[in-house]
């Protein structure tokens, strides 16, 4: 089988691995549907994100095709979604129940260097650990959603650790899949004002059928603080939720909180970012960085998908095969100017 290669910085190749085996405690998945993250976008700019020559793609769902001998709980056959990183259960983070900061987080599927060990945009998936990673794709889900899964358990995370409470008002910074799925959530449980900043017409249009009162170009509107205080009654947001991963955006969010607001930082910015740390104490304000999700995180947002109290289809812009991935993938993603904001690949 083919799977989708860092090779050097900016460069990505299919290489022909064996598939897989797998041992008396995993299962082999085969991969149905696996979406390009912004994290992977981030990784073939950013060499120091993920290790050159790993094997990547981590947003999947797909079915079981094997299940080792001492495996309890799974059959082959069995649709599912699959949590990607590592929850030893055993160091600090995780016996305190913050999994997503597990000091094993990087031992992830989507970051091997090891061909037996590929990531996501391949046909097949070795699978360690299946009782901790393996979630049950429900039978009224389509792989398609199941592959949002991952996405979208990531927004849902940071405004479960956030201060957000049911009637605040919120602001969402940059639109693409995470941001848009941070929208879908915040409308979801009752925030009152949702006002998002994107410089993409048809991502902006996203935003407003996901539950974005108010959506703003930064790069047309003049004076975009007045605007905001404008719909606040003069006090600012509650909460900004920065999914930019943009330095001036990040720079920019305290202009938009009230008093003793707080931004979340969810968008990855891997450059010295200069700030004025007395900005932060004349509001009083909070930062909260928030990384990846935890397994309730991954079950929440199933039981939302299943019940349809997402409307998130649309963040689906683009299928593909995997053959396709460099040029019309990461090809497409990385182009100034491009309107996609999910691009799903299918190894089929």
């Known amino acids: 089988m083919k799977a989708a290669l860092l090779k050097e910085p900016g460069k990505i190749v299919l290489k022909k691995i064996p598939v897989p085996e797998v041992s008396d405690t995993e299962v082999l998945v085969e991969v149905k549907y696996c979406g390009i993250c912004g994290t992977d976008l981030a990784a073939i700019q950013t060499p120091e994100l993920l290790p050159l020559g790993c094997f990547m793609g981590h947003e999947f769902s797909g079915v079981i095709t094997k299940v080792g001998s001492k495996v309890k709980g799974w059959k082959p056959g069995d649709r599912v979604v699959v949590f990607p990183g590592s929850q030893c259960g055993e160091c600090w983070a995780c016996r305190h129940g913050f999994v997503s900061s597990c000091v094993h987080q990087m031992e992830a599927i989507g970051v091997s260097t090891d061909e037996t060990m590929p990531g996501a945009f391949a046909k097949f998936v070795r699978v ?96 975009l603080r007045q605007e905001v205080l404008k719909l606040t009654d003069g006090l600012g947001v509650a909460q900004i939720f920065d999914c930019s991963g943009i330095p001036a955006a990040f720079q920019s969010a305290t202009n938009f909180l009230r008093t003793r607001g707080q931004i979340v930082l969810i968008g990855i910015i891997l450059k010295e970012v200069p700030m004025i740390p007395f900005s932060f104490q004349l509001g009083e304000f909070q930062l909260q960085a928030s990384w990846c999700y935890t397994g309730d995180d991954f079950a929440m947002v199933i039981n939302s998908l299943k019940k349809r109290a997402l409307p998130v289809k649309e963040m689906i812009t683009s299928k593909i095969k995997l053959k396709d991935i460099v040029e019309q993938g990461f090809g497409r993603l990385l182009k100034p100017g491009n309107a996609e904001a999910k691009i799903l690949v299918s190894p089929d």
């Open 128 to 223: 360690p650990t299946p009782q901790k990673r393996l979630y049950s794709l429900p039978n009224e889900m389509s792989f398609e959603e199941g592959a949002l899964v991952e996405p979208l358990a990531t927004p849902l995370h940071a405004i479960r650790i956030s201060s957000f409470k049911p009637g605040d008002p919120t602001m969402v910074l940059g639109a693409g899949p995470i941001g848009l799925g941070t929208i879908a959530f915040l409308k979801d449980v009752g925030a009152g004002l949702i006002i998002a900043t994107e410089v993409n017409d048809r991502r902006a249009e996203m935003a407003k059928k996901l539950g974005a009162d108010c959506v703003f170009n930064p790069q047309t509107v003049s004076n």
